[in-house]
């Protein structure tokens, strides 16, 4: 088992000029002086990866079978797609080999979560010191006690080189087949059972995220800890909340909140202490970011600093010759992205710990434009939106991806979430219920039609409403019952304009509106037959689905 990483290690040990956890501000000195970014007039690092990687890459992302722990994974998934201990073996191969090659290479040695009872040690190697800031951006310091976590002694080694390519002939038969016949040459690997990752040919730096968010979701839920695609915040009354929701949905934005903490906006663990924060930073989308609306994210990573001690980086984003950014243009991408240290931001939980969230809120961004902008789930309700998922699948958050899409995503992260569904849901349900867990369903997408017919729900609105969901307000409101949707609906809310708490109002062809939510309503009956439909759900549950 430890023969991969030895060799890493190895090359590590053996390199001319191996840069291993250096100081950040090394990191950044070396970044720029190899051209892999260029500073911005503000200090912060922009960079630009090749078209093919602006998003991730699912369908180049695999995950090695045996016979020992293939009854851990849900092959039945299309997310989950195997290799052979074999091929993986040879991409390991290739990896260090061009890391060998190279004149300089990049290591840190982090952690992935806030708790130390089970955070992971994470041993990066990269061809390229961006990927280092980066790690230091959105990986964890080793903590004093890492000795007590129980992957103390397992760790996970990756990786890392964006910019070279597999040759296909070597992976033909073994790789995605691309249409021109030959194999895929980039890949995202992991390897759960020996701690082992990765990528060649993704410059997306997401890629790196999303691998190690994948490897707690498997190993997490075997210690009996409930992984989570979630942002968590915590008032000053001591209580904390969780907001589940796919890319685009608004997790990052919404829990950005100046009157309270921030643990992480994006991967936790809720184990039977609380909830920690897996990152150390954040991975915002800027594409039209508006400041005003936006404003602890927007100076996180646009403050003014020496680039030496800036280091937040931003993706694929329009830059002018003065070296100022402009947000609104999205011609390269629409997934441009800003990572940044958590304590960048104003107001943050330093310790990124907290106890058992009081409300969870899903997040959804509903571009047909018929979900209610808020509504109130009963367990069952929130059971059958945690199996569905459903949100609107936003442009370039995939590859490919140019128009949103209805996409169906149990438990707001398919993509990320290698074990079987009833291993994740019967954690959820049995946390929920113990700890009296109140949750709420929040449309961040479109009202008074369509994508390309309406808007986009206000900002402040939505704020208000998440607002009223935290504090109380909505214990006390009258609500309605939606029988298409089967959500329950409040007649008020503080700060809202009452008429677009009920879609149908918002939209001027009351007859369009009915058509396009029982065309939805159908979509989510469809999705639960063809992912549920044999696996003896509860049918109280199954009740709660629009559509049946």
Known sequence: MKELQSKLQDVI??????????????????????????????????????????GRSPKDTVVVKRAASEGNIDWTSPNNLPITEETFDMLFQDGLDYLASKKKIYVTDRVIGADSSYALPVKVASTHALAQVFADNMFRPVPADIASSIYAEKGFYLVHVPYEKLNPERYNGRLRQMPNGKASDLVVAMDFDRGLGVIIGSAYMGSMKKMLFTVMNYLLPLEGILPLHCSANEGSDGKSALLLGLSGTGKTTLSADPTRALLGDDEHGWSEEGIANFENGCYAKMIDINPKKEPD??????????????????????????????????????NSRASYP????????????????????????????VLPPVSKLSPNQAMLWFLMGYTSKLAGTETGVKEPQAT????????????????????????????????????TGWSGGAYGVGSRIDLPFTRAMVNAALNGDLNHVEYVKDELFHVNVPTSVPGVPTEILNPSNTWKDKAEYTAAAKKLAKQFSDSFDKSYGSQGIDPIIIKECPGK
């Open 13 to 54: 040990k053996s390199h001319q000029q191996a840069f291993v956890n250096v100081k950040r501000s090394e990191f950044i000195r070396e970044a720029v002086a190899n051209k892999e970014c260029i500073v911005s007039a503000n200090g912060a690092l922009a960079t630009w990866t090749p078209s093919e990687s602006t």
């Open 297 to 334: 994210i927007f100076e996180a990573v646009m403050h003014n600093d020496d680039y030496l001690n800036h280091g937040s980086i931003i993706e694929n984003a329009m830059i002018y010759p003065n070296g100022e950014f402009d947000y609104y243009d999205d011609r390269y991408t629409p």
């Open 342 to 369: 958590l304590s960048y931001l104003k107001n943050i939980k330093v310790s990124s710990v907290a106890g058992h969230p009081t409300t969870i809120l899903f997040l959804t961004a509903d571009a047909t434009g």
């Open 408 to 443: 169906f995503s149990r438990f707001f992260g398919q993509p990320f979430m290698p074990s079987k569904p009833e291993v994740y849901a019967k954690m959820l349900g049995e946390k929920m219920e113990k700890h009296n867990v109140s949750v709420y369903l929040i449309n």
